[in-house]
């Protein structure tokens, strides 16, 4: 007999982060120290999932987020749960996989459905395995690819570099660019300010608001679980990239920038890039994770920019179940609205 709880996480936290660091699949955005970021973010609602035995022995863990633009009462038609990397299980054979993973969706399900217009699953690995149990609680999939950069040695990573990345990388640093970790939250403020117009002016999206970037900072230099890698040049912060991090294996792209053909010579968005990549080789962690290439029907320059570096590209994809169709295609339309504003 299982149990499904969300009460397990309180008062056997220990136990979870245990679980899921030793998981083969395990990752930060599925830890309790994630669930503790977002737990301090305005607007940001964790739910945390366990599935237990009667002997109280995890067989499952899942963490998800309800996600709004706004606070009530505009905010229930922005609200969208999101799960990064997740559920993870741990059954005996692969139907007790499905079987637990069934438990998780369907648990969350009940528990954000009147809570957040759709729920989205973003894979970090492969789950074609449990499809018939995100089918029967009414999730499609969508085909979403993705960029993985294996770092376990630098000749073999430059080796799979595109030869113009590689000028271009060797060119920003003798012209004087610079990757730095941040020196105080002014340079992280910095970066913040310009990623807002980047998606403000090009990506036309909405993005999280300041005390997510400030808190990361926070968090990542008290408990290790990431950094922000800057482009300085001229003392003036350019560019960078917010990564982060599962501990021994991997260093995620979660939001970068760059000033880009504004300074003769230098690549900031380049340099950004190669920063995790260079960090992972240097902290002996397996790979470096882009977090999305968009979708191979449709046209999508960032993703011709990433397949310059090397990386395999992996078809994970996505899984969402829209929970109120009306709300749904409300909200797109009031996020576009937004996002001309």
């Known amino acids: 007999m299982y149990i499904v709880t969300s009460?397990?996480?309180?008062?056997?936290?220990?136990?979870?982060?245990?679980?899921?660091?030793?998981?083969?699949?395990?990752?930060?955005?599925?830890?309790?120290e994630m669930y503790d970021f977002f737990n301090k973010i305005e607007k940001y609602e964790p739910i945390t999932?366990?599935?237990?035995?009667?002997?109280?022995?995890?067989?499952?863990?899942?963490?998800?987020?309800?996600?709004?633009?706004?606070?009530?009462?505009?905010?229930?038609?922005?609200?969208?749960?999101?799960?990064?990397?997740?559920?993870?299980?741990?059954?005996?054979?692969?139907v007790e996989n499905c079987e637990l993973v069934n438990l998780l969706i369907k648990s969350l399900v009940y528990k954000v459905r009147n809570k957040s217009i759709y729920i989205q699953f973003r894979s970090f690995f492969d789950q074609s395995a449990y499809s018939y149990q995100f089918q029967k609680n009414e999730f499609k999939y969508s085909e979403h690819l993705n960029y993985i950069v294996k770092t376990n040695d630098l000749e073999d990573v430059k080796r799979r570099f595109s030869k113009s990345k590689i000028r271009q990388i060797k060119k920003s640093l003798k012209n004087g660019a610079k990757i730095v970790e941040p020196a105080d939250i002014q340079q992280v403020l910095e970066f913040y300010n310009l990623l807002k117009e980047l998606y403000h002016s090009k990506i036309k999206k909405p993005i999280p608001p300041k005390s997510f970037f400030i808190n990361f900072y926070e968090e990542t230099i008290r408990n290790g679980s990431g950094t922000y890698l800057l482009i300085k040049y001229n003392d003036r912060i350019i560019g960078g990239i917010m990564c982060p991090i599962t501990k021994g294996r991997t260093i995620y792209e979660w939001y970068v920038c760059g000033l880009d053909r504004m300074f003769n010579g230098i690549y900031p968005s380049v340099l950004a890039t190669w920063a995790p990549i260079e960090y992972a080789l240097n902290n002996?962690?397996?790979?470096?994770?882009?977090?999305?290439?968009?979708?191979?029907?449709?046209?999508?320059?960032?993703?011709?920019?990433?397949?310059?570096?090397?990386?395999?590209?992996?078809?994970?994809?996505r899984f969402e179940r829209i929970n109120h169709n009306f709300l749904y295609k409300l909200g797109k339309l009031g996020l576009a609205a937004l996002n001309k504003i």
Request: hydrophobic letters at 35%; aromatic letters at 14%; charged letters at 25%.
């Open 7 to 32: 009460e397990y996480f309180a008062s056997n936290r220990r136990a979870v982060s245990n679980y899921v660091s030793k998981h083969s699949d395990g990752n930060y955005f599925q830890s309790p």
């Open 284 to 317: 002996g962690l397996e790979c470096f994770d882009f977090m999305g290439a968009g979708k191979h029907d449709k046209d999508y320059g960032v993703r011709e920019f990433k397949s310059k570096f090397g990386g395999e590209l992996v078809k994970y994809g």
């Open 49 to 94: 999932l366990v599935v237990h035995n009667e002997r109280g022995v995890i067989q499952g863990s899942l963490l998800a987020v309800i996600q709004k633009e706004f606070c009530k009462p505009l905010g229930f038609f922005t609200a969208r749960t999101i799960v990064w990397g997740g559920p993870l299980v741990s059954g005996i054979d692969s």
